[in-house]
């Protein structure tokens, strides 16, 4: 059978060649042994599309130097104890590979990450199998990857690092650094000891003392000669000039803590006036200062000038602080908005001024920062000589807001009606009125407080029904007016009164809005605030008013977030009306849309759809019979099944799981399914979605298995559940080789694990079982094994712990063989090779294998008839002593085996000699046969798994834009699903291989117990042959008989003696003979009806297994199917 590969390097590595051997069987021709290499595979996707630098397919590229540049030569006897070391490897051709923890220090060298190991067989499975360790990406050559989105795989130059501070610049020169901080001390010393009482002066000294240090500082660095700062002036954008920034910024951030609180002090009164004028005049509005024209965009340039400049109080140098200064300036002279001609005919000269310092700015940039600090400058100076003014204007206004808050109709109603002549004076004392301040306080209740809030707004935000009804009862307030009010937020005063829930203004504002058109009515339920939001979106603050506006509303209009009002009230999970109100908006979207609703129109900008968001069952049973795609992923990959799997809401789950649309086996971007999510603790979920998707259904990049995230998470329930109740693989191997208990960080998670792998297929819950249940490398390499034993009562548990090496193992197996070769022994030889090859990586492959090959040493003696009740085995498993002394004690209490001497028959000993033969013979034909079986298994299973890499590989190709057309019309979908439902998923394939081998190897040792009693059965048949042939006498001797007589005598007795010994060997061969006869009739015949049983076990429940992993897949295909049909008819 020849084996095809997917991976391009394993094909060209293990393909037979023009002189019939692959190149791994010339290698070994050349006296290399299998011991003695590592291979470095590049992972299959790597390995596709084009060689970056030639643009030659890699079928085409990959020759000899670049497999010979893939394997290591290893001598891993002198690496004990160095893991996280860097070790140097050679390569077969003379190149040099360095492996470490990780990639510091490698920015410059062709790099890759080591991903996983495996053992790798050839054809011949008797042969020892190869250590392959998987490579990310090829040591030579590059990729250009057609198929892959991300260039992960690909090789670039380091980008150049963005230089921001002055610790960057010299952090590799930290004596530098020193002498400048020392300028610095310095420089702070002089200004503690300066004389304070002279403000004038003492600036003037600061600045100086401030521009000395940056100068004696760029000076030093100048003088340093540093190859670093020519080496950064030369490969970056940075100029002398921007180092000199650096160097004064530095400097200034070191000062900061001295020079400001002594800036502080000397303007401390200036502060405190300027600080009361803003006070002051808290409460004016922008129209009431002057500006000519005022519109929604210049109060939104207004609103983000002020958040930004709310910034220049954090900042330490001033350089950044000029920096905001600019930026704040740029946000309110920003020329994107129309401005009416009537307003451009009274521009004020500071617009003149800017405009011809703006064309000025183009060449220096100098005039801007200057012109920025004269204008702050010349804010100030206004705030400070104009306070009187402005404050005279914000306290009328705060009357007035303060009146419309506490609901004071006579202040209103005489601010309105102007009835008292000392009106003004009333409120502003001896303060004459200019027609300039008249005219600010012209239309006062049109104006807005700091927040944007006009009279009305803020008698609807102070729940004031007595204000609001005032001002909408005054003809004043127009319908014009109503219309376009609203705050700094965009908010309108509908949308005011429903997020208060001021359900009386609420009505009242209806009633008056019915005074316009329906174009007009329509618009302004419409219009959006500055989140984006309607009217529509706000309508879960008061869910009556979805059937008494709803057919006026926009359903699909989106906010900032994309999120739609239908949106919005699916997440309003805390509604005692939660149900109620959404039932009611879907009924009215239906009505609109002629009884449709397509769930695909109300996607956020997170790819949630409502099928997401939703936490109601009946609403989403409403939701499932209207259009739209209910394995819709949002931007996490996450399906609604994912969604809720992992939010726990097992209702919900439950809905999902019985609509045949819905995909079981959805992954989201870390490939992971619903239910390895369920995994994390949520046991209700779990028990649902088990009874649909395969229990060893894996994740996509680490192969995990959902009893691997139970492991990870601590989460005792689902280990329980999965494993007792749904018999998960406790064996169950990730990409990296890891089992749940590798995993698993909490000794009780261990400690349950452990026993379940103890238990394993145990029926007889009476019956002590015996499992090596793990392995573990200690700091010196040594691999031990961790062996438990114990069983079960119906109230407690009896468990045992001992921990053996190899060389333990080693020593049991030679005392069983000196002391009982008349019995077959199961062999233990770990041919493998070392685990710790790569002492930072050892290989899981090889620890694995180590444990199957324990677990099946001990398995053969625990059912062996002659072992299993052996007094040394148990202490072996059961005694935490060291095994050599176990092993020495019982040696010495070892007494010779009561076996009666005696001659057997010729005829017992043909009997023998038949059986042996005729045995031997049989066990021949049935390894045979095992080995056959285990062979196509072996290979049955590498074509399960390549196949599935090739369409993996073809899958990625179809992901390519030419192929766009399949995605859009759901056939990718339907590919996708496939290719996951190829592979066999179920553990019990590796289980009935393993089985199938540890019975040949059985069959091995059965043919080495029967050939051992050979050599005695042929001396035994030499004997007997001899003895049945009469005496001989020379009847033609010359001489006298009586004459050699002595001679005679002395010969015969010789002759006597040494039959006597013959016959004495040979009455213990026949007792050996006869008792390794009836030992082995008896070892076979438990042996062979202890197997039938086994074997047929392993087949039922492979069997059984695969029955009803094949139900799962066509179940997954026929929702696949009855998806593609939903898109086809949508």
């Not at 540049?69 to 040099?96: A, D, M, P």
């Not at 002395?1050 to 010994?1061: P, V």
């Not at 082995?1080 to 039938?1092: S, V, W």
Request: net charge negative; aromatic share 10%; proline share 2%.
């Amino acid at each position: 059978m020849k084996l095809g590969y997917s991976n391009i390097f394993l094909d060209r590595l293990f393909s037979l060649g023009q002189n019939n051997k692959s190149f791994a069987e010339n290698l070994l021709s050349q006296g290399i042994s299998v011991y003695e290499i590592i291979i470095l595979v590049p992972v299959a996707e790597s390995l596709q599309g084009l060689e970056e630098s030639t643009g030659i397919p890699w079928v085409e590229t990959i020759d000899d130097d670049f497999i010979e540049s893939h394997i290591l030569k290893s001598s891993f006897g002198s690496r004990y104890g160095v893991y996280g070391k860097i070790i140097e490897f050679t390569t077969i051709n003379g190149k040099t590979v360095i492996i470490k923890n990780d990639f510091q220090g490698f920015s410059s060298l062709r790099h890759a990450k080591l991903l996983y190991d495996a053992l790798y067989y050839s054809e011949d499975l008797n042969r020892h199998p190869y250590l392959v360790y998987f490579l990310d990406r090829p040591l030579v050559k590059s990729c250009d990857n057609c198929f892959r989105a991300s260039r992960s795989f690909s090789v670039s130059s380091k980008p150049a690092e963005k230089i921001t501070n002055f610790h960057e610049l010299l952090k590799s020169h930290s004596s530098v650094l020193q002498k400048i901080n020392r300028i610095v001390s310095n420089s702070l010393k002089k200004i503690s000891i300066l004389e304070k009482s002279d403000h004038l002066n003492l600036i003037n000294n600061i600045q100086q003392i401030i521009e000395d240090a940056v100068f004696s500082s760029l000076k030093m660095l100048g003088s340093s000669n540093l190859s670093s700062v020519n080496s950064l002036l030369n490969t970056t954008s940075l100029t002398e000039d921007d180092i000199g920034i650096l160097v004064e910024n530095y400097i200034c951030d070191e000062t900061y803590d001295i020079v400001f609180p002594c800036l502080k002090s000397i303007y401390k009164d200036n502060d405190l006036e300027l600080m009361d004028s803003i006070i002051s005049m808290g409460h004016i509005d922008i129209y009431q200062l002057g500006l000519p024209f005022v519109n929604n965009e210049i109060n939104d340039r207004i609103y983000d000038a002020i958040n930004c400049f709310k910034k220049f109080e954090e900042t330490r140098i001033p350089s950044e602080k000029l920096s905001i200064l600019m930026k704040t300036i740029h946000l309110l002279v920003s020329k994107t908005v129309k401005i009416p001609e009537e307003s451009q005919q009274n521009k004020n000269f500071n617009e003149d001024i800017f405009q011809d310092v703006s064309n000025f700015l183009k060449d220096n940039l100098g005039g801007e920062e200057l012109y920025s600090i004269s204008s702050l400058e010349a804010v100030l100076h206004h705030i400070l000589h104009q306070k009187d003014k402005l404050k005279a204007i914000s306290n009328y206004n705060l009357i007035l807001w303060d009146s419309v808050k506490s609901g004071d109709i006579n202040i209103l109603d005489s601010v309105f009606k102007k009835e008292h002549p000392s009106f003004i004076s009333m409120f502003f004392g001896d303060f004459a009125c200019t027609s300039k301040t008249l005219s600010a306080l012209k239309d006062i209740y049109y104006y807005k407080d700091i927040n944007g809030n006009s009279v009305i707004m803020l008698g609807i935000k102070t729940r004031q029904f007595s204000s609001v009804s005032f001002f909408l009862n005054n003809s004043r307030f127009s319908i014009e007016v109503l219309l376009n009010d609203y705050d700094i937020e965009g908010s309108t005063l509908l949308m005011a009164a429903i997020k208060f829930q001021f359900k009386e203004v609420i009505d009242m504002l209806l009633q008056k809005l019915k005074e316009c058109s329906e174009d007009e009515f329509t618009n302004y339920l419409s219009r959006k605030d500055k989140l984006g939001r309607t009217v529509c979106h706000y309508l879960f603050h008061e869910p009556y008013l979805i059937l008494e506006l709803g057919i006026y509303l926009s359903w699909k209009s989106r906010d900032k977030y994309g999120q739609t009002p239908l949106f919005i009230l699916s997440t309003m999970y805390d509604h005692p009306n939660y149900k109620t109100m959404f039932l009611n908006a879907i009924k009215i979207v239906q009505l609109i849309e002629n009884n449709t609703l397509n769930v695909d129109d109300h996607v956020d900008d997170n790819g949630n759809s409502l099928f997401h968001t939703i936490n109601d069952s009946d609403c989403l049973l409403a939701l499932l019979h209207c259009k739209g795609d209910v394995n819709k992923k949002n931007n996490h990959g996450c399906t609604p099944l994912i969604y809720h799997a992992k939010s726990g809401k097992s209702e919900l789950v439950k809905i999902l799981v019985s609509d045949k649309r819905v995909d079981m086996t959805a992954k989201d971007k870390n490939g992971f399914t619903a239910l390895h999510f369920s995994a994390q603790g949520d046991l209700d979920v779990m028990n649902l979605l088990t009874e649909v998707i395969n229990i060893e259904e894996r994740t996509s990049y680490t192969g995990l298995t959902a009893l691997h995230i139970a492991a990870q998470e601590k989460s005792l329930d689902c280990i329980n559940y999965l494993v007792r109740d749904k018999s998960a693989n406790i064996n169950a191997l990730d990409y990296k080789g890891d089992r749940p208990v590798d995993l698993a960080t909490d000794q009780e998670v261990i400690d349950l694990l452990d026993e379940y792998a103890l238990f394993m297929n145990n029926s007889e819950g009476h019956k002590r079982m015996v499992r090596a249940v793990r392995t573990i490398i200690e700091n010196d390499s040594t691999v031990k094994f961790i062996i438990k034993s114990g069983f079960v009562n119906d109230d407690s548990k009896n468990l045992i712990t001992v921990i053996r090496t190899v060389e333990d193992f080693k020593l049991l197996y030679k005392f069983f063989i000196h002391e009982y070769s008349e019995s077959w022994i199961p062999s233990f030889h770990i041919t493998f090779l070392n685990p710790c090859m790569i002492p930072s990586k050892p290989s899981k492959s090889i620890l694995q294998a180590f444990l199957n090959c324990s677990n099946s040493f001990l398995q053969a003696l625990l059912q062996h008839p002659t072992f299993s009740t052996h007094e040394l085995l148990w202490e072996f498993l059961t005694i935490p002593e060291q095994a050599r002394i176990i092993i020495e004690r019982n040696q010495k209490k070892i007494i010779d085996k009561d076996i009666s001497k005696k001659l057997i028959s010729i005829e017992d000993v043909n009997d023998a000699d038949f059986f042996f033969k005729h045995a031997k013979n049989n066990i021949g034909n049935m390894k045979h046969a095992y080995y056959r079986l285990y062979r196509n298994l072996h290979f049955l299973e590498f074509s399960y798994l390549d196949h599935q890499l090739s369409y993996k590989l073809f899958f990625h190709f179809l992901q390519t834009p030419s192929f766009k057309f399949l995605e859009t019309k759901g056939h990718l979908f339907i590919i996708e699903h496939f290719i996951e439902n190829l592979v066999l998923k179920t553990p019990l394939m590796k289980e009935l291989i393993h089985t199938i081998q540890q019975t040949e190897n059985i069959f091995s040792d059965l043919l080495n117990a029967f050939e051992r009693p050979r050599p005695f059965i042929k001396e035994l048949i030499s004997f007997y042959k001899s003895s049945d042939k009469p005496p001989v006498i020379n009847k033609n001797t010359a001489w006298p008989l009586n004459l050699l007589s002595n001679t005679r005598k002395r010969i015969q007795q010789m002759a006597t003696k040494h039959n006597t010994r013959c016959i004495q060997t040979l009455l213990k061969q026949s007792a050996k003979v006869h008792y390794t006869h009836i030992t082995l009739i008896t070892e076979f015949a438990d042996f062979y009806n202890a197997h039938i049983q086994k074997i047929r076990e392993s087949l039922k429940n492979y069997a059984i297994a695969v029955l009803q992993e094949e139900r799962c897949k066509l179940d997954q295909l026929q929702r696949a199917f009855a998806t593609l049909r939903s898109c086809t008819m949508d």
